[in-house]
């Protein structure tokens, strides 16, 4: 006959091997996001910062509940196909796909199956990744920046900061998906204001090198940068080639004045990532991608950089100053 004493100790040895294996199975149940981006974790530190943020304050802490396994593809597009196939062998419970159409186009590929949160720049039904904006379809959603139809914005607050400006240099990356767009819109942009457009490419760090090696021969008033993952990872670099050349520059996103470039309107990318986070969050809860529209910015930013402006000798138009978000001093 088993004594009490004895069946305790048998009942608390089999629990104690029991708990690796309740532990493990728990681990192995926790949902997997695989996260990807086409440019590079220094640049874009903040806004994975706000994903995570946006995750914990739906209840979803990395580590805890949920595990973030990110990839990045350092501005070379090529490795995007890869990186999403590797994911999606992990079977991830949700595809986030961010930096614009080649990761999300990317992650389109690798599944039709595994629920995809994107991150874009311009119409997501033009590009093929939804079907509508209200209703996608598919197991795609997310949000658009229409960053391309903002070019002729960014060309007239050219214009009102320097009205006597005659030639403008645009820095485009042709292996981006959206080049052509955004060559056109600048060229319709800059022809209703009779501006000459001189047209850079660049799609690696030494091409961006050689593009400003170039623009003395282009004798442009200005420099407009087109909005690129690649370029957003090397901000830093393209700063300060910009005021090597001493030559006003207008950017996509706060972070290149936040650096020292002089001027850039645009939707906050850190806003979007939070409003990813959000949709993430409503997917790991059992939403469907095609039930949810795709997300659009309401609101836009415009941030000065006045150091960088009295640097270059130029003179802000008080109401240009008085329309900014953000004035860096």
Known sequence: MMRRRDFITLLGGAAAAAWPLAARAQQQAMPVVGYFNSGSPAALSESLAALRHSLREAGFVDGRNVRIEARWAEGRYERLTGIAAELVAQNVAILVATGGEPAALAAKAATTTIPVVFLVGADPVQSGLVQSLARPGGNLTGMSLFTSVLEEKRVGLLYEMMPRARRLALLVNPEFTNAETQVADARAATGRLGIELAVLSASNETQIDHAFEALPSQRPDAL??????????????????????????????????????????????????????????????????????????????????????????????????????????
């Open 224 to 329: 407009l940068v087109a909005a690129d993952p690649l370029f957003n990872s090397r901000r830093e670099r393209i700063v300060a080639l910009a005021a090597r050349a001493k030559l006003p520059a207008f950017y996509q996103w706060r972070e290149f004045p936040q650096a020292g470039g002089l001027i850039s309107y645009g939707t906050s990318l850190s806003d979007a990532y939070r409003q990813v986070g959000v949709y993430v969050a409503r997917v790991l809860r059992g939403a469907r991608p095609a039930d949810l529209p795709v997300l659009q910015p309401t609101e836009f930013e415009l941030v000065i950089n006045l150091t960088t402006a009295k640097t270059l000798g130029l003179e802000i138009p008080p109401m240009l100053l008085a329309r900014a978000d953000e004035v860096i001093e």
